[in-house]
């Protein structure tokens, strides 16, 4: 069964920096990219960018190009999203999800559960 | 490349039919999806290709469309589908969802 499990809910302040994981299991985690989605309190879903954990290939929509940092593991099959300085507007429900196909422009079939992070004073 | 959906919200009685639409501002192929989310839960991938069912989904949600318009249709609403769907292309970078809409009880 294919699951993507992520990290539980953070709090933090503004400033402060933050990676959070999402592990796959289930199927061969290097063969398919894992995309990462943000929504907003209330909101809908942004697409915010993919990686391809074999080799680390990143591509980044540029609403989110300097904003975050995608990265993988391929040893423990987790790839990570994380902040570097966080802003309250970052305060959403992330969620990871896995492409079906090895091309980068696809849609995603699997979803992990989803993290919420806040960031506030 | 913008995608917009309409109604925002749909109200429709169980048993009956929704009918969802999705617009690109160019043309995206068959590269085009849509998704469900429930309250608290993560997005679920219905249709993927334009018309094609992701597995597990039942045979009343169906896809089509073509160039920039495309729609869901779910027939025969059950409870279990009052939700919020996101309609999503793929073809021009970056992929983007539209901004959803909501299916509630008439």
């Known amino acids: 069964e294919v699951q993507l499990v992520q990290s539980g809910a953070e709090v933090k302040k503004p400033g402060e920096s933050l990676k959070i994981s999402c592990k796959g299991s289930?199927?061969?985690?290097?063969?398919?990219?894992i995309g990462w989605v943000r929504q907003m309190p209330g909101k809908g879903l942004e697409w915010m960018g993919i990686?391809?954990?074999?080799?680390?290939?990143?591509r980044y929509s540029p609403s989110f190009q300097g904003q975050v940092t995608m990265s993988a593991d391929k040893s423990t099959n987790t790839a990570y999203l994380q902040w570097s300085s966080l802003k309250a507007s970052d305060s959403a429900i992330y969620y990871c999800?896995?492409?079906?196909?090895?091309?980068?422009?696809?849609?995603?079939?699997?979803w992990g559960q989803g993290t919420l992070v806040t960031v506030s004073s | 490349m913008v995608v917009t959906q309409s109604p925002d919200t749909l109200s429709v009685s169980p048993g009956e039919r929704a009918t969802l639409s999705c617009r690109t501002s160019?043309?995206?192929?068959?590269?085009f999806a849509w998704y469900q989310q429930k309250p608290g839960q993560a997005p679920r991938l219905l249709i993927y290709?334009?018309?094609t069912r992701a597995a597990g989904i039942p045979g009343r949600f169906s896809g089509s469309g073509s160039g920039t318009e495309f729609t869901l249709t779910i027939s025969n609403l059950q409870s279990e589908d009052f939700a919020v769907y996101y309609c999503q292309q793929y073809n021009k970078w970056p992929p983007a969802f539209g901004p959803g809409t909501k299916v509630d009880v008439k």
């Open positions: 160019q043309t995206v192929g068959t590269y």
């Open positions: 290709d334009v018309s």
């Open positions: 999800a896995k492409t079906p196909l090895t091309t980068v422009t696809t849609n995603f079939d699997y």
């Open positions: 990686i391809f954990p074999d080799d680390s290939d990143t």
């Open positions: 289930g199927y061969i985690f290097t063969n398919y990219w």
